[in-house]
């Protein structure tokens, strides 16, 4: 893995594609010891989702369904604060098991609106989340995140379905902004 620039922005390897399906595998089978009796829906929250979505499902032994939502707080690097719905929620999950499924939790504003959504307007059996990254020196909610693949430090990331203005969710590494470059 070498240095890539994105735009304007350099960034530099920071986990390969092996560790990373490790981590999703480990993940998937966590979630499925919790609903191994159950068809639980999962929901991807687009569009960073789609490569975790799609391989921790390769790696789900169980039943399940899915749906997708897509919501956005993020302009260039940096989140704005502010979530708003971009596209609603493709399926029914009245009197369901929901698994959110997110790329990424920093702040957790977009993780809080999605809870507060699904628990007070599409009213599902239960509500867990799953992310494969969390930035806990960011993350400000007292909720829990139910299921963590790696916590990283509050590092701009990109790579294996995270993007910079767009570019760079193919990549199947993961890769940081390289230290000195303002995250904006």
């Known amino acids: 893995?070498?240095?890539?620039?994105?735009?304007?922005?350099?960034?530099?390897?920071?986990?390969?594609?092996?560790?990373?399906?490790?981590?999703?595998?480990?993940?998937?089978?966590?979630?499925?010891?919790?609903?191994?009796?159950?068809?639980?829906?999962?929901?991807?929250?687009?569009?960073?989702?789609?490569?975790?979505?799609?391989?921790?499902?390769?790696?789900?032994?169980?039943?399940?369904?899915?749906?997708?939502?897509?919501?956005?707080?993020?302009?260039?690097?940096?989140?704005?604060?502010?979530?708003?719905?971009?596209?609603?929620?493709?399926?029914?999950?009245?009197?369901?098991?929901?698994?959110?499924l997110e790329d990424i939790v920093d702040t957790g504003n977009t993780v809080e609106s999605l809870f507060q959504y699904f628990t007070e307007t599409q009213r599902p059996k239960s509500v867990k989340i799953a992310s494969f990254l969390l930035k806990p020196e960011v993350y400000s909610k007292d909720f829990k995140i139910d299921y963590v693949g790696k916590e990283i430090p509050n590092k701009f990331v990109l790579g294996y379905g995270l993007d910079y203005d767009e570019l760079g969710r193919n990549l199947k590494d993961l890769y940081q902004l390289e230290d000195g470059q303002i995250n904006h």
Request: hydrophobic share 40%.
């Open 1 to 100: 893995m070498e240095s890539i620039t994105i735009h304007d922005k350099t960034f530099v390897p920071y986990m390969k594609d092996e560790e990373i399906q490790s981590i999703v595998k480990e993940t998937a089978l966590k979630i499925y010891e919790d609903y191994k009796d159950e068809t639980p829906v999962f929901i991807g929250v687009l569009n960073g989702v789609i490569m975790f979505f799609s391989d921790l499902l390769k790696h789900y032994p169980g039943k399940c369904e899915i749906a997708f939502i897509q919501m956005s707080s993020y302009v260039g690097t940096q989140s704005t604060g502010i979530v708003y719905q971009k596209m609603d929620l493709t399926k029914d999950v009245k009197d369901r098991h929901i698994i959110i």
